[in-house]
């Protein structure tokens, strides 16, 4: 299979397309929500964790060997170990990717978006200041290029330093792009800030841009339950499962309103539900404990 090269792609582009392919497997955990009886007492945003959608065929032998073919022929085009990199990166071999960005990095100390997919594959490994340090590097070659502004913000926001990660997001958002994180991002920062209104406008405005997303939906949703809008809430926290039924905060989200509706026993079940999907989510684990009496606990 032929490779095609993709310097300008944004972050990890597979090698056979030149179009964008930022599709990240996102967890954006939505906020733990207390209840004083049946009144929503506060909320807090838990923090979200971006994962590379893994996908083994990008490295099985046959793919990896027609890329390799491809640089054997090429040994100093910088493109082709930044395509091989995010092959590496989309099937979880992160220091193989590191290894092929190293090199197209060494061949275009200019190549700012492998600078962006190192610094991506760095926060997968759990190593947030050299994914900031490849961010800021990106950026000082190119900076308007949003793919490194919403990386390092998405950093900073999970981070706790909100202001520079809005003003990262806002940047991003003022420069006219067309990545819905970017204000989904922003919005989730309105939201800590308790600024719903425009968290709500941002969510919808990621929805717009990314409408097979759960997690614009989960944001917006919470930001309806913080101003007491809980139809719209509802119907928000119903489509993100439909979106995607496997995350545990979405089911949380709906017991939360079956809960402030009285209904414990759907509360249970969804809160439980939750929890087989995430043993380790407190915020089901709590909406269970709390909603265990009602007769969903009898089943």
Same mark, same amino acid.
């Given at each position: $299979?032929?490779?095609?090269?993709?310097?300008?792609?944004?972050?990890?582009?597979?090698?056979?397309?030149?179009?964008?392919n930022?599709?990240?497997?996102?967890? &954006?955990?939505?906020? $733990?929500?207390?209840?004083?009886?049946l009144?929503? #007492?506060?909320?807090?945003?838990?923090?979200?964790?971006?994962?590379?959608?893994?996908?083994? +065929?990008?490295?099985?032998?046959? @793919? &990896?060997?027609?890329?390799?073919?491809?640089?054997?022929? !090429?040994?100093?085009?910088?493109?082709?170990?930044?395509?091989?990199? #995010?092959?590496?990166?989309?099937?979880?071999?992160?220091?193989?990717?590191?290894?092929?960005? @190293?090199?197209a990095?060494?061949? @275009?100390?200019?190549?700012?978006?492998?600078?962006?997919?190192?610094a991506?594959?760095y926060? !997968? $490994?759990?190593?947030? #200041?050299?994914?900031v340090?490849?961010?800021?590097?990106?950026?000082? &070659? @190119?900076?308007?290029?949003?793919?490194?502004?919403?990386?390092?913000?998405?950093?900073?926001?999970?981070?706790?330093?909100?202001?520079?990660?809005?003003?990262?997001?806002?940047?991003?958002?003022?420069?006219?792009?067309?990545?819905?994180?970017a204000?989904?991002?922003?919005?989730?920062?309105?939201?800590?800030?308790?600024?719903?209104?425009?968290?709500?406008?941002?969510?919808?405005?990621? &929805?717009?841009?990314?409408?097979?997303?759960?997690?614009?939906? !989960?944001?917006?949703?919470?930001?309806?339950?913080?101003?007491?809008?809980?139809?719209?809430?509802? +119907?928000?926290?119903?489509?993100?499962?439909?979106?995607?039924?496997?995350?545990?905060?979405?089911?949380?989200?709906?017991?939360?309103?079956?809960?402030?509706?009285?209904?414990? #026993?759907?509360?249970?079940?969804?809160?439980?539900?939750?929890?087989?999907?995430?043993? !380790?989510?407190?915020? +089901?684990?709590?909406?269970?404990?709390?909603?265990?009496?009602?007769?969903?606990?009898?089943g």
């Open positions: $299979m032929a490779a095609t090269t993709a310097a300008n792609s944004p972050e990890l582009p597979t090698p056979e397309t030149r179009q964008t930022r599709r990240l497997q996102v967890r &954006i955990a939505g906020p $733990m929500l207390l209840l004083s009886g009144l929503l #007492a506060g909320c807090e945003t838990t923090t979200s964790t971006d994962l590379i959608r893994l996908d083994r +065929a990008q490295g099985s032998e046959q @793919n &990896i060997a027609s890329l390799s073919s491809v640089i054997q022929a !090429n040994p100093q085009d910088p493109e082709g170990y930044n395509v091989r990199g #995010a092959a590496y990166g989309r099937s979880g071999e992160f220091k193989r990717a590191v290894d092929d960005f @190293n090199r990095i060494q061949l @275009n100390p200019r190549f700012f978006q492998a600078y962006a997919n190192r991506l594959v926060r !997968n $490994m759990g190593k947030p #200041a050299e994914a340090n490849d961010y800021n590097t990106a950026l000082q &070659i @190119n900076p308007n290029y949003d793919v490194a502004l919403i990386g390092r913000g998405n950093i900073y926001r999970q981070a706790g330093r909100i202001n520079e990660a809005f003003n990262d997001f806002d940047r991003a958002i003022q420069q006219d792009t067309t990545d819905g994180r204000w989904h991002g922003r919005g989730l920062i309105y939201q800590v800030r308790g600024q719903h209104a425009q968290a709500i406008e941002d969510f919808s405005k990621a &929805i717009s841009l990314s409408p097979g997303s759960p997690e614009p939906y !989960n944001g917006r949703g919470v930001s309806y339950v913080a101003l007491n809008n809980d139809d719209n809430a509802f +119907a928000d926290f119903n489509h993100a499962i439909e979106l995607n039924d496997k995350i545990a905060e979405s089911w949380a989200n709906q017991a939360l309103v079956y809960e402030r509706r009285g209904d414990k #026993a759907r509360a249970y079940k969804s809160y439980n539900h939750a929890v087989r999907l995430d043993p !380790n989510y407190k915020p +089901a684990q709590d909406g269970a404990a709390r909603t265990r009496s009602g007769p969903a606990a009898a």
